[in-house]
């Protein structure tokens, strides 16, 4: 689809994955002009029916039969990070537009073969990096960007939840590292592409991973247990190259069982002063967001929201604001024929970061990017 996006008709978009899928992107394509919702995907039966009643769509199993149904010009790929790289090798491979989850893949190389098998078929793919999209963090980018705390000297960022510090909480891909799983794909990879965001580029790194509960019960109800390989800790020291080129370090404390939390917090320290943004909500990761800077003198001081970034809408869960947002992006870049931001391009430099950091913390050595 090529030209305005002003005048065509919306996207018709599949959903493929229906745990975050359904409880999040399904309202955001339902709310945005520009998408409207034509199927659903998922591999089991019975889970499929009850979506498709819920939300009177019709569904399918075969995901070729998918990708060949006439109305289905794009798709929203929300499935564990394990299947995604060949179901978006398939989607691209039948001219599909693509909002994907993050981590896109397993490994950098793979979302590089997606990048490069994107930019040849000349569909746009979209990374659920939705921080992007969220006005405080738009806020802070800005004020960076104006030089708010004068030459970056330091950045720190801590996400400490505790959604899984439950240990009776069951053993899943979660669990286990060569599914994807653990903090570094589900929680590094946003932080890491916000710091090149707001900051630069990753230039190397260590790291230390953790499992604080090595073992979880299967879900069959039994009593049998299976081992954790996914980290639910992981800590690292980034050096970031800024736009000046300077060096600048950042240290990254990640964690899903800490209780009760820290939240999420990113602070830069600089030469001018210091900036602040951090929330301390469990519940949601969107909401509950608020700025701080210090001048010369050091006190932090709120800073108010600013109107011109806020969301038209929202809703009680946060997420489903930000994503809409990525979502209005997506659709006007695949409709306008123009890269999308965040693409496939940031994706592998986040995916770069989770590689070489499971290296680092495997070999306990320093990893160049």
Known sequence: MTGSSTHQRPLGVALVGLGFGEKVHLPALRDCHLTEPVAL??????????????????????????????RVDALVIATPPEPRFALAQAAIAAGKHLLLEKPVALEAAQVEALQRQALQAGVSVAVDFEYRGVPEFQQFAALLQDGAVGTPWLVKLDWLMGSRADASRPWNWYSQRAAGGGVLGSLGT????????????????????????????????????????????????LELEDR?????????????????????????????????????????????????????????????????????????????????????????????????????????????????????????LRARL
Not at 46 to 65: I, S
């Open 41 to 70: 995907w998922h591999h089991r039966n019975e889970r499929l029916d009850q979506a498709c009643n819920a939300h009177g769509l019709p569904g399918f199993t075969d995901f070729d039969a998918l990708l060949a149904d006439p």
């Open 244 to 364: 000046q080129g300077r060096c600048i370090p950042a240290q990254v404390a990640l964690a899903s069982v800490t209780k009760p939390g820290r939240g999420y917090w990113i602070e830069v320290y600089g030469s001018e002063g210091s900036l602040v943004l951090g929330s301390s909500n469990q519940s949601d990761y969107v909401h509950g967001f608020k700025l701080w800077r210090s001048g010369p003198s050091g006190a932090l001081e709120e800073i108010s929201p600013d109107p011109s970034l806020a969301f038209p809408q929202t809703w009680p869960d946060g997420r489903l604001a930000a994503v809409r947002r990525i979502t209005q992006w997506w659709a006007e870049a695949a409709m306008d024929g123009r890269p999308m931001v965040p693409g496939l391009s940031e994706a592998v430099l986040s995916q770069r970061v989770c590689d070489l950091a499971l290296e680092s913390a495997d070999s306990g």
């Open 190 to 237: 946003h932080a890491f592409d916000t710091l090149h965001w707001l900051v630069g580029p990753t230039r190397n790194l260590s790291a230390q991973r953790s499992m604080a509960i090595p073992q979880r019960p299967l879900a069959d109800g039994r009593g049998r247990m299976a081992a954790v390989d996914a980290e639910d800790i992981a800590l690292l020291l």
